[in-house]
């Protein structure tokens, strides 16, 4: 391919012109950045995120990591204690910072184990809702008409009841169990996820460069995958983020009405109905899991607020 | 150049979009005429300007035109070959042909791609045969021709001004050396000295590619500096073509007049002892056009008849077509405008 060199002049008024920009980008000498790595370091100055990831990254390595060191200092968190009536509801101590339970089990030691399974469910109810939401988001923003009015319809109808309840009658349903909780938090959280990303591509459709993808002659599958859902999936993400801590929330009080995870399989809501009735007489029975409880959400909003913020293209690293 | 076959011909096109989208209505809803009748044709090489005031149906002559909106009537002809008719794959092979700038250079940019994504994406799309590294030195050297430093390459749109972004817009329009591009008010969200650059550049591209425009604009100093022939525009319809010089000295419609007349002049003396024709009111809305003449209501010179009856588009003298029933060169004369 042979050009001829464009005249001088504009080379000259280019040339000025990029000087300008190059000014105004000194700094950035590295030729080749991703936008998540820009993301990546504005998220880094944002101390209460960091503070809230590394939160949650410390929970969730305990969790995983819980049967390597757990049993053989605190016992087996599920198992009555075999010496019931001396350990029973001790204050907390050296050997039991939580104290223990009325079955003279570790609280410690539930806790962490209960961390295991509300942040599966957090997590994997959230997935659930988050690829259902995608998916009819994305029918009824893309394709519009008919399906749009059905699918949000029928978002409507589902954010018309109280969220709870409508999990709580769900539960009543299927039955309880960690997996029926998974499967009724997920379905009944998609209708808030769809809203929000069908807005997102409704809007980005509106912009000019999908207009330049099919002037160019792009296929849809192409406009959605390389235009329209990248630009449309950051505010997924800090949706999603924040909808951990509420699905958690959810599990937690879904157990603590008995409805979600069944004992003796520790959750941070099966431990705080387990306290509840000793509130009065040995508080951290409940304090403790709630905090918990409190800090994980906690963070996770946190973190999800500071991603919004850093994965807004427009913020100039100011 | 009229002695070649026209490269685009545009005939009777009309676009009309539902006012008021009501769910149980909408067999009843009242119509926007955005362009009503409208035909021209565009030669291979040259630059057809288009001109109007906002809302008079520019864009949309241009988006109809590639399709990205479906004209409610008319043809358009690419080389012979209706447009409107066309399946996915000749859509494809024609949108090879036929290329898109746009206006706002902040929009047109997807800001999750590096320009050399965005430069490349044509390619892609349409398989050109290179190879990766081949491409990239492609989209090097056609960052050099728009102006650009190819070291950018790596670069993402918001790190670049207005006039860096359209340059971008501008080199991916010409990734594929297209026969026609139209470009949709290309300069009117930069900055004056900026405009310049950006002109001259696709004055140079031109030359080079032979591409023809079909350059929009409500800016008459703009297209004066580009277009070979011009096009105004008024409510939806064209009401004078010709080229541009006679365009400018002779303008046959009362519309094109007052527009001219109300293009300052860079002279003050001129300027001041000249007589500007100053139209009443609004346009009127495209909703309920008037009948007749849709220009009768602001008209200095309008009579019975131009509320009765469509004037016809046709041609006062060789290449100089106007839609006026009075049609003549400087039709509003002193004494008819009221200062």
């Known amino acids: 391919m042979i050009y001829p060199s464009p005249t001088q002049n504009i080379g000259m008024q280019a040339k000025a012109e990029s000087t300008v920009a190059a000014k105004a980008n000194a700094g950035d000498s590295s030729a080749s950045r991703t936008l998540w790595g820009d993301a990546f370091s504005r998220l880094k100055k944002n101390k209460l995120a960091i503070i809230a990831a590394v939160w949650i990254i410390f929970i969730i390595l305990i969790a995983i990591t819980a049967d390597l060191w757990v049993p053989q200092t605190l016992g087996d968190p599920t198992a009555t204690a075999a010496n019931m009536a001396e350990s029973s509801r001790l204050a907390p101590s050296l050997e039991h910072p939580f104290g223990t339970d009325t079955l003279g089990r570790d609280v410690l030691s539930r806790v962490i184990y209960g961390a295991r399974i509300s942040l599966t469910v957090g997590v994997v109810a959230t997935g659930i809702s988050t690829i259902l939401g995608l998916i009819m988001g994305a029918i009824a923003a893309y394709y519009g008409g008919i399906w749009d009015t059905i699918i949000m319809r029928l978002a409507d109808i589902f954010l018309a009841f109280p969220y709870t309840l409508f999990v709580v009658a769900m539960i009543a349903v299927i039955g309880n169990g960690i997996q029926n909780v998974f499967i009724a938090i997920g379905i009944l959280g998609w209708p808030s996820i769809a809203r929000v990303f069908r807005s997102a591509i409704l809007s980005v459709k509106e912009n000019d460069y999908v207009d330049a993808a099919r002037a160019m002659g792009a296929s849809d599958v192409r406009i959605v995958a390389r235009h329209i859902f990248p630009n449309s999936v950051a505010s997924i993400v800090v949706y999603a983020t924040m909808n951990i801590g509420g699905a958690i929330l959810t599990e937690s009080a879904l157990s603590f009405l008995g409805m979600g995870v069944v004992p003796p399989n520790p959750s941070w809501g099966t431990l705080i109905q387990d306290g509840q009735q000793y509130l009065q007489t040995e508080p951290w029975l409940m304090i403790l899991p709630g905090l918990a409880i409190l800090s994980t959400v906690l963070a996770f909003t946190l973190l999800g607020d500071g991603l919004r913020d850093a994965l807004d293209v427009k913020m100039k690293d100011a | ?339």
């Open chain 2, 1 to 339: 150049m009229a002695t070649k076959e026209p490269l685009l011909k545009v005939e009777h096109l009309s676009k009309e979009f539902p006012a008021e989208s009501g769910m149980l209505m909408s067999r009843f809803a009242k119509k926007v005429s955005a362009v009503n009748d409208v035909s021209f044709e565009i030669y291979p090489g040259e630059t057809l300007g288009l001109v109007g005031e906002s809302g008079c149906g520019k864009s949309t002559t241009g988006r109809s035109i590639m399709r990205l909106t479906r004209p409610t009537a008319g043809h358009v002809y690419f080389e012979g070959r209706d447009v409107a008719k066309m399946s996915h794959k000749e859509l494809k092979s024609l949108r090879r042909e036929m290329q898109f700038i746009f206006q706002d250079p902040y929009a047109s940019l997807n800001p999750r791609m590096t320009i050399g994504e965005i430069i490349s994406e044509p390619l892609q799309i349409h398989g050109d045969g290179r190879t990766a590294s081949e491409r990239n030195k492609y989209v090097r050297e056609l960052l050099d021709v728009v102006g650009l430093n190819p070291e950018h390459i790596n670069r993402y749109p918001h790190e670049f001004s207005g006039g860096q972004r359209q340059r971008i817009g501008i080199a991916r329009a010409f990734a594929l050396h297209p026969k026609l591009i139209i470009c949709d008010e290309p300069v009117s969200a930069l900055d004056v000295s900026i405009q310049a650059q950006v002109l001259n550049l696709l004055k140079d591209l031109q030359k080079q590619f032979g591409t023809a425009y079909l350059f929009i604009a409500h800016d008459l100093s703009v297209v004066q500096h580009i277009s070979d022939r011009v096009a105004v525009m008024y409510l939806g319809k064209i009401v004078e073509l010709s080229d541009w010089k006679t365009l400018y000295a002779e303008p046959q419609h009362p519309y094109t007049q007052s527009l001219l007349s109300a293009a300052p002049i860079p002279d003050p003396d001129i300027q001041k002892s000249r007589s500007r024709i100053i139209l009443a009111g609004d346009p009127p809305s495209p909703i309920d056009p008037p009948s007749g003449c849709r220009f009768h209501t602001r008209c200095p010179i309008a009579q019975g008849v131009c509320s009765e009856q469509q004037p016809e588009f046709r041609e006062v003298e060789p290449g100089h077509f106007c839609a006026c029933h009075f049609a003549a060169p400087f039709p509003i004369k002193e004494s008819s405008i009221e200062l």
